[in-house]
C-alpha cells in the first residue's frame, strides 16, 4: 500500500489551485487580448487619413496627435507635441484670426464642425483642413478642460470646387467672365455704388467687321481674334474693374468709382491696346478694330440693366458713324 507524501496536498487545496491557474491563463488571455486591440488600434490610427488630436486649453498644450499629422503637415508629430505652436505657426495667415476664434467657440457650443482654413505644409504646399472639435464633456470639476479634434485634408475638393466654379462663372474661348457671372457681378457692383453714392461707369465694345474675319479667315482664326481682343482688353482696364465677354463678338466693362472723365480715358486705353494688335493669315496681315459705347450711373438709373441699354445704344451709333470710335451717352 502507497503511503503519502506529507508534501503532498490536501485534496481541499486542489480546488484553489485549479482556480488560481484558470485565474491566471485568464489573464494572460484578457493581456493578449488587449495587446490586439493595441495593434488594431495603432493600424487604424495610421491608415485613417485624417489628424486626430487633443489640446488642453489651459495650456495650449498638444497632449496627442495621430500619424496623419506627419503626412499631412509633413512635420514631426514629436516636435508638436513639444511644441503646440507648429500647427498653428502653419496656418495661413489670412485665415488664422478665423481658425482661433472658432476653436474658442467650442468652448460655448460643446462642438464645432464647419471650421475650413488653410495651411501651409512643410514643402510650402497650401492645403486645405475641415477641422471639427469638440469638448469633453466627461471631465469632472476641476479637471483640465481638453478639446478634442479631426482634421481632414479637403485640398482636392477645394481645387474641384474652385475649378467647377471657374467653369460656371468663366467664358472658355477667353477665359472671361461669362454673360450670367459678369452681369451678377455688375448688380452688386451697381447696388454699392448706389448706396454709397459713387460713380459707376459701363462700357460696352463690339468687334467691327467680326462676320468679315470669319469668313475670309475661317473661325480659328476669329477665335484667335477673339482672344487676343479679350486679352489685351482685362490688361488695359484697372485691377477692380469686370470685364466679360456676352455675346459672340461683344464685350463688356464695369468702372466701379471711376468718374466719367476717369472712364473715357480707361475706354480710350482699350481702344488704343486694340489697335496696336496685329494678325496674320497665309502671309496675310489685318487689323482689328473695335466701336465702344460708353454711360455713366445716373440718378434716374434703377439697374444694371438700364446702363447696359445706354451703352448699347452708344455703341450701335459708333457703328453707324463710321465704326472705331467711343461714343458716351
Known amino acids: 500500500m502507497l503511503k503519502k507524501h506529507p508534501q503532498d496536498s490536501s ?17 494572460q488571455g484578457e493581456v493578449a487580448r488587449l495587446s490586439e486591440r493595441e495593434q488594431l488600434f495603432s493600424t487604424l490610427l495610421v491608415s485613417v487619413n485624417a489628424i486626430l488630436w487633443a489640446l488642453d486649453w489651459e495650456t495650449r498644450q498638444v497632449l496627442y496627435v495621430s500619424p496623419a499629422y506627419e503626412r499631412i503637415f509633413g512635420r514631426s508629430a514629436e516636435q508638436l507635441l513639444a511644441d503646440s505652436n507648429q500647427w498653428r505657426d502653419s496656418i495661413h495667415p489670412d485665415d488664422l484670426e ?44 476641476g479637471q483640465p478642460v481638453i478639446i478634442v479634434g479631426i482634421a481632414e485634408d479637403i485640398t482636392e475638393k477645394k481645387l474641384m470646387e474652385a475649378e467647377l466654379h471657374r467653369l460656371a462663372t468663366t467664358d472658355v474661348l477667353t477665359q472671361s467672365s461669362n ?7 455688375a448688380r452688386r457692383e451697381f447696388e454699392l455704388a ?9 462700357l460696352m465694345l463690339d468687334i467691327d467687321d467680326f462676320k468679315t474675319v470669319n469668313d475670309s479667315y475661317g473661325h480659328p482664326e476669329g477665335d484667335n481674334v477673339l482672344q487676343k481682343i479679350a486679352d489685351s482688353g482685362r490688361a488695359a482696364l484697372r485691377r477692380n474693374d469686370l470685364f466679360g465677354r456676352i455675346g459672340g463678338e461683344e464685350f463688356a466693362a464695369v468702372f466701379p468709382g471711376c468718374t466719367p472723365d ?31 459705347g460708353l454711360t455713366c450711373l445716373t440718378a434716374e438709373d434703377d439697374s444694371v440693366e438700364s446702363l447696359f441699354a445706354r451703352a448699347d445704344a452708344a455703341m450701335y451709333q459708333a457703328k453707324r458713324e463710321g465704326k472705331n470710335r467711343i461714343v458716351t451717352a
Open 11 to 27: 485534496p481541499s487545496t486542489w480546488p484553489e489551485a485549479a482556480q488560481t491557474l484558470m485565474a491566471l491563463m485568464h489573464a
Open 194 to 202: 448706389r448706396q454709397q453714392g459713387e460713380p459707376l461707369s459701363f
Open 262 to 292: 476717369m472712364a473715357l480715358q480707361v475706354a480710350e486705353r482699350v481702344q488704343r491696346e486694340i489697335q496696336r494688335l496685329s494678325f496674320s493669315h497665309d502671309g496675310h496681315a489685318f487689323g482689328i478694330t473695335v466701336s465702344q
Open 179 to 185: 454673360r450670367r457671372h459678369f452681369f451678377d457681378c
Open 98 to 141: 478665423y481658425a482661433e476664434r472658432s476653436l474658442a467657440e467650442v468652448l460655448e457650443t460643446g462642438a464645432v464642425e464647419d471650421r475650413e482654413y488653410r495651411i501651409t505644409d512643410a514643402d510650402g504646399q497650401l492645403r486645405w483642413l475641415s477641422d471639427k472639435c469638440f469638448i469633453n464633456r466627461q471631465a469632472e470639476p
